[in-house]
């Protein structure tokens, strides 16, 4: 299914469909407790500040600099009084086998605090039980015997196949689809092109010269965007092993950069190859 990533997409797709790089999430504040689930990383902060730590691991950083940085970055939340996501960030160490005394000793101490219980007996005290159960298991966990450190391996990169000025084609039954390939964003799973429709209507792909003459296409985009918005472009990439080949585009030529290619922003919008595929389908 599609993906919306943040506008500001600068960090998107660092470990995440959207380092990330990443969808934008409600964050615990803004709704009511319960709605997520009891579970200890339910909580929005509490999986991103695991799945940060655990990428930075996953790169090669030292145990240290892991720490150091995920303490920066996620230092809001850390030093909230009564913070869970101390506890997130602890309990994360210990299962990996990194546990820092320290990272430790302040989780504890939120939890020996009561943490957020007082918050859930108020605003939900069905499920009460439940989160003092996470909380139980998660003290345990912290003071209980460490198991034995793990090594992440980085993840693996997929690759596009692609570069900047391929023009890949999509049959449809009364006309051919064409999508520019405007540049390709790297990132620490792989690579995630940028691609702009182009505003063409035929049944058969234009010579090379035709091509580099065709605008994109603003009226009514593939994209979806708003019918306000000037976003008309996307970024595509491989889910279940469905690349752009598997979905049915064809890559039929290569043209010459655009001005402003290499610094175009970032579009706010993701999709699969193979959604993009039904899409157009559904579209024709």
Request: glycine share 6%; net charge positive; proline share 7%.
């Amino acid at each position: 299914m599609p993906v919306v990533t943040s506008p500001d997409a600068g960090d998107c797709y660092d470990g995440r469909w959207c380092c990330q790089t990443r969808p934008r999430r409600w964050r615990r504040k803004d709704h009511r407790l319960g709605t997520s689930g009891t579970d200890l990383f339910a909580d929005d902060e509490a999986r991103d500040i695991r799945d940060h730590y655990r990428e930075l691991l996953e790169d090669g950083v030292d145990d240290e600099t892991a720490t150091r940085r995920t303490l920066e970055k996620f230092r809001a939340y850390l030093e909230e009084p009564g913070a869970l996501a101390m506890v997130a960030l602890a309990v994360t160490q210990s299962k990996l086998g990194r546990l820092d005394p320290a990272i430790r000793d302040r989780a504890l101490a939120v939890l020996d605090a009561g943490a957020d219980l007082e918050v859930w007996k108020s605003e939900n005290p069905k499920l009460l039980p439940k989160r003092r159960a996470v909380l139980e298991k998660a003290r345990a966990q912290l003071t209980g015997p460490q198991p034995t450190r793990r090594r992440l391996r980085p993840p693996k990169r997929v690759l596009a196949g692609l570069a900047a000025g391929d023009v890949l084609a999509f049959p449809l039954p009364r006309r051919i689809a064409l999508l520019r390939v405007v540049r390709v964003r790297a990132h620490r799973l792989g690579e995630a092109p940028v691609l702009e429709e182009l505003d063409f209507n035929g049944t058969e792909v234009p010579p090379r010269e035709a091509l580099e003459r065709l605008g994109p296409k603003i009226t009514d985009p593939i994209a979806f965007v708003h019918a306000l918005s000037r976003d008309t472009r996307l970024f595509a990439q491989a889910v279940n092993d469905i690349d752009w080949q598997r979905a049915g585009f064809q890559k039929v030529q290569t043209i010459g950069a655009r001005d402003g290619d290499d610094q175009a922003a970032l579009p706010g919008f993701g999709i699969s190859w193979a959604e993009l595929a039904e899409r157009y389908r559904q579209r024709s």
